[in-house]
């Protein structure tokens, strides 16, 4: 009987000594200070290590009577939680003291940045424009947002004419005056309105196209347009400057033919095709094996234009010619897929690091 009260009193003692050394180690951690990581890591090691306090206490915790494991395990339990969130707490706050500390280190050298790439499109838009300007062409720009008189109707496009249905565009329903343009001819239309000739115009842009997206078409693409008008202006005009934008373009040896097409606008009209500059002329897959491939549209500016834009038809004359800078940029470096110039993919771009 003695012996028995005497082990009670010795397994109350056990607990109460554990109660009395967790308390004094929470006051101890919620005290706790470190100034570096130094110190941090020293109180790591003090409580929190394999053979640290508080795992030393774990280890007498096994001595505690069943009955009293409860109440001296939470209390553990609290302990060991508490000195580690206050340990992690003050780490994160070292850490962002360090970090705040590095960006005011103005000595550092500075991350190496890279540059970007030009856009393909951007690439071949500036040569095309390069070239022009040396023929004493001028750039000008209007709005992608139009109306259809500028887009269409000025253009020798009257209502219900079926080369309206080959620019099918986008509109507003409740005010189908306004569109988004289906070519930079526009800007013609707003220069010619505007100015008097000699008129010479290279008009770069976006357009617009109502076109299921796929690999050879989509619902917006770019244009480059050329307009001179002045006195005596003739098709050979014309086609001495595609002759020399093709070679200038596409290398010296470059052969150009013209084929008769239409459009509303010129009259008579023609598109160029150029020699097959993969093949030399020879025939490949790419050129379908006929050694000629399309670039450009072009033509005389319609008389109807001329009168429909406020100038006399009687004095002046012009031609115009336009092309879509996709389909040159993909003659000059065979991109299969029209989709890949506008998805942003940055690996895309890299590949034109060196082409400018
Ligand atoms: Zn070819």
């Not at 500075?110 to 004493?136: C, D, K, Q």
Request: net charge negative; with cysteine.
């Amino acid at each position: 009987m003695y012996l028995c009260i005497v082990l009670i009193e010795k397994n109350n003692n056990t607990s109460i000594i554990m109660l009395d050394k967790i308390q004094k180690l929470l006051e101890e951690v919620e005290n706790m200070h470190a100034s570096n990581l130094e110190e941090l890591k020293n109180l790591r090691n003090k409580y929190l290590s394999k053979k640290g306090e508080i795992n030393e206490l774990m280890n007498d915790f096994r001595r505690i009577p069943t009955d009293q494991k409860r109440e001296v395990g939470m209390k553990l339990n609290e302990l060991k939680t508490k000195a580690q969130d206050i340990i992690d707490k003050m780490k994160n706050e070292l850490d962002e003291k360090d970090n705040s500390e590095e960006e005011l280190d103005l000595t550092r050298s500075s991350y190496p940045i890279s540059l970007g790439t030009r856009h393909p499109i951007s690439i071949v838009r500036n040569e095309i424009i390069e070239i022009f300007a040396r023929l004493g062409f001028t750039i000008a720009e209007g709005p992608e947002v139009e109306d259809d008189w500028h887009v269409f109707s000025a253009l020798n496009f009257p209502p219900d004419h079926p080369a309206r249905d080959m620019q099918d565009t986008f509109f507003i329903e409740s005010k189908p005056d306004i569109v988004l343009r289906t070519h930079t001819s526009s800007v013609q239309s707003r220069v010619m309105e505007t100015s008097k000739p000699p008129i010479r115009i290279i008009c770069p842009g976006r357009v617009y196209r109502n076109e299921a997206i796929s690999a050879r078409a989509h619902c917006f693409f770019h244009q480059v347009e050329a307009l001179y008008i002045d006195k005596n202006v003739s098709f050979t005009d014309l086609k001495q400057v595609l002759l020399l934008f093709a070679k200038e373009m596409f290398g010296t040896d470059t052969k150009i033919r013209l084929r008769p097409s239409y459009f509303p606008f010129t009259e008579p009209s023609a598109e160029m095709d150029i020699s097959c500059n993969i093949c030399g002329g020879k025939g490949c897959a790419f050129c379908k094996h006929t050694g000629w491939v399309e670039i450009l549209g072009c033509g005389m500016v319609d008389p109807n234009v001329l009168d429909l834009n406020g100038i006399d038809s009687k004095v002046y004359t012009g031609y115009a010619l336009g092309m879509g800078i996709e389909r040159i940029t993909n003659l000059k470096y065979q991109v299969k897929d029209l989709r890949m110039f506008s998805e942003n993919d940055t690996r895309f771009l890299k590949e034109f690091e060196n082409a400018y």
